[in-house]
């Protein structure tokens, strides 16, 4: 038997890295996006050495290197004192430690170069996923309009929304976790001349975080700022924000924080959702992939990286075992859902670490995290999270 047809369904980060993946294989794929066109939030992402492993085996390290940027430090200051905290080198490091570099990039640059990369794939646009069926041996997509195409294998890469994991598991909404997030570019120019280090900047404080880092080699700076709230009124998850909810919703913060704040002309607010980690993903040859499968908070920037990280095992599992395509999609499934759903929790627990309310508990992370102050240290001991190697493992 050959190697087997596959459907992605979603054309985000997980969806195009899958077939990439796939692709390098010699695995035929096809994505299926509902838009009209391939496009990311204008914002920017982080690229954590694991993540940076895999797009390294695709030969796209030194392309997100190129047009990416790379922090000298990690600057971790009291948002109300403006205090530093802690200062730990990263550029370097990262690479001496992990065996591979951290970037951060904007969206729109990284989704380039994957749509680059994907040369010649197939990719239907405007290809809304309305239902799978699953077959004995495969399972067939319905796409609105009333086309049908059978395939050996559907992945769900459909978000967080997914209507793949709906299919296998029910309906089921999404959790707020009661945060929300104003995300926004500021032209580098638009602030005084070395206001903002070349560094990856956080403000903590207590109920919120800030956390700014520059993209397109220094031109931008990405800005999220999140605050705790109890309610999501809005319906859309996220919207067009009002430059002035977000600075009175940081009134009280450092004026050097302010000054970047203020500089902000456009931001969107986002209402941030998860849910729990599923206890199995696939069913016969249907599976799942990124947020589709581990939709989490982004306070430890691993969402696209868990995705790009599934589409390695996926394509690999695959080609190991073409001629079991059942074992194939378990052995995906062993390997990846432990690691995801460890990040799932450990990602809520890290808005807790940020988060802190009492001054007693926030000196207490001063004396637990300083320790970790050292030329080679890590701020959050997220060794376990970057050391990861899927094209290895
Ligand atoms: C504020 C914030 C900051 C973040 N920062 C980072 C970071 O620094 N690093 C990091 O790794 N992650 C980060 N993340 C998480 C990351 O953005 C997501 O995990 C990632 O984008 C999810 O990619 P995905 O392809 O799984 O899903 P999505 O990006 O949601 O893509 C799903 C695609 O499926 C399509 N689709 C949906 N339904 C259908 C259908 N029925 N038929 C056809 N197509 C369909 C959609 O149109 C969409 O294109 C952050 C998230 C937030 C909110």
């Given at each position: 038997?050959?190697?087997?047809?596959?459907?992605?369904?979603?054309?985000?980060?997980?969806g195009l890295v899958a077939a990439i993946a796939l692709r390098r294989r010699a695995i035929e794929a096809v994505v299926f996006e509902q838009s009209a066109q391939l496009q990311e939030v204008g914002a920017g992402?982080?690229?954590t050495p694991n993540s940076t492993r895999v797009l390294r085996a695709f030969g796209l390290e030194e392309e997100v290197r190129r047009r990416g940027f790379e922090p000298g430090f990690m600057l971790t200051r009291d948002m109300a004192t403006g205090e530093v905290l802690f200062r730990t080198q990263a550029k370097g490091v990262m690479a001496e430690?992990?065996?591979?570099?951290?970037?951060?990039?904007?969206?729109?640059?990284?989704?380039?170069?994957?749509?680059?990369?994907?040369?010649?794939s197939d990719i239907r646009l405007g290809a809304h996923c309305l239902s799978i069926e699953p077959a004995v041996a495969g399972?067939?997509?319905?796409?609105?309009?009333?086309?049908?195409?059978a395939f050996?294998?559907?992945?769900?890469?459909d978000g967080i929304h997914s209507l793949v994991r709906a299919t296998l598991h029910g309906q089921e909404k999404p959790r707020f976790t009661g945060n929300m997030c104003w995300r926004a570019l500021v032209p580098a120019e638009a602030l005084p001349c070395g206001h903002l280090e070349p560094v990856m900047n956080y403000w903590m404080g207590p109920r919120g975080h800030v956390v700014a880092y520059y993209v397109r080699g220094g031109a931008l700076v990405n800005l999220v700022a999140v605050i705790e709230t109890k309610d999501w009124v809005e319906e859309s998850w996220?919207?067009?924000?009002?430059?002035?909810?977000?600075?009175?919703?940081?009134?009280?913060?450092?004026?050097?924080l302010r000054i970047l704040l203020e500089a902000v002309r456009r931001c969107f607010k986002w209402g941030l959702f998860d849910r729990d980690?599923?206890?199995?993903?696939?069913?016969?040859?249907?599976?799942?992939?990124?947020?589709?499968?581990?939709?989490?908070?982004?306070?430890?920037?691993?969402?696209?990286?868990?995705?790009?990280?599934?589409?390695?095992?996926?394509?690999?599992?695959?080609?190991?075992?073409?001629?079991?395509?059942?074992?194939?999609?378990?052995?995906?499934?062993?390997?990846?859902?432990?690691?995801?759903?460890?990040?799932?929790?450990?990602?809520?627990?890290?808005?807790?670490i940020f988060h802190?309310?009492?001054?007693?508990?926030?000196?207490?992370?001063?004396?637990?995290?300083?320790?970790?102050?050292?030329?080679?240290?890590?701020?959050?001991?997220?060794?376990?999270?970057?050391?990861?190697?899927?094209t290895t493992a």
């Amino acid at each position: 038997m050959g190697m087997p047809r596959v459907a992605l369904i979603g054309g985000g980060i997980g969806g195009l890295v899958a077939a990439i993946a796939l692709r390098r294989r010699a695995i035929e794929a096809v994505v299926f996006e509902q838009s009209a066109q391939l496009q990311e939030v204008g914002a920017g992402i982080q690229i954590t050495p694991n993540s940076t492993r895999v797009l390294r085996a695709f030969g796209l390290e030194e392309e997100v290197r190129r047009r990416g940027f790379e922090p000298g430090f990690m600057l971790t200051r009291d948002m109300a004192t403006g205090e530093v905290l802690f200062r730990t080198q990263a550029k370097g490091v990262m690479a001496e430690r992990f065996g591979a570099g951290w970037f951060q990039i904007h969206r729109a640059d990284l989704l380039d170069i994957l749509i680059t990369a994907l040369d010649g794939s197939d990719i239907r646009l405007g290809a809304h996923c309305l239902s799978i069926e699953p077959a004995v041996a495969g399972a067939t997509v319905v796409l609105s309009g009333g086309r049908r195409e059978a395939f050996d294998v559907v992945v769900g890469c459909d978000g967080i929304h997914s209507l793949v994991r709906a299919t296998l598991h029910g309906q089921e909404k999404p959790r707020f976790t009661g945060n929300m997030c104003w995300r926004a570019l500021v032209p580098a120019e638009a602030l005084p001349c070395g206001h903002l280090e070349p560094v990856m900047n956080y403000w903590m404080g207590p109920r919120g975080h800030v956390v700014a880092y520059y993209v397109r080699g220094g031109a931008l700076v990405n800005l999220v700022a999140v605050i705790e709230t109890k309610d999501w009124v809005e319906e859309s998850w996220s919207v067009e924000g009002r430059r002035d909810d977000l600075l009175s919703a940081f009134s009280n913060a450092h004026r050097d924080l302010r000054i970047l704040l203020e500089a902000v002309r456009r931001c969107f607010k986002w209402g941030l959702f998860d849910r729990d980690p599923l206890p199995r993903w696939g069913k016969g040859r249907i599976t799942l992939l990124g947020d589709a499968a581990h939709p989490m908070l982004p306070f430890l920037s691993q969402g696209a990286a868990m995705g790009i990280e599934d589409a390695y095992v996926l394509a690999r599992e695959l080609a190991r075992n073409s001629n079991d395509i059942d074992a194939a999609l378990v052995s995906y499934e062993n390997e990846r859902r432990p690691r995801t759903t460890r990040i799932q929790l450990a990602a809520r627990a890290q808005g807790k670490i940020f988060h802190l309310r009492s001054p007693w508990a926030r000196l207490k992370r001063y004396l637990r995290l300083d320790k970790f102050e050292k030329p080679r240290a890590d701020l959050l001991s997220k060794d376990w999270i970057y050391a990861y190697d899927p094209t290895t493992a």
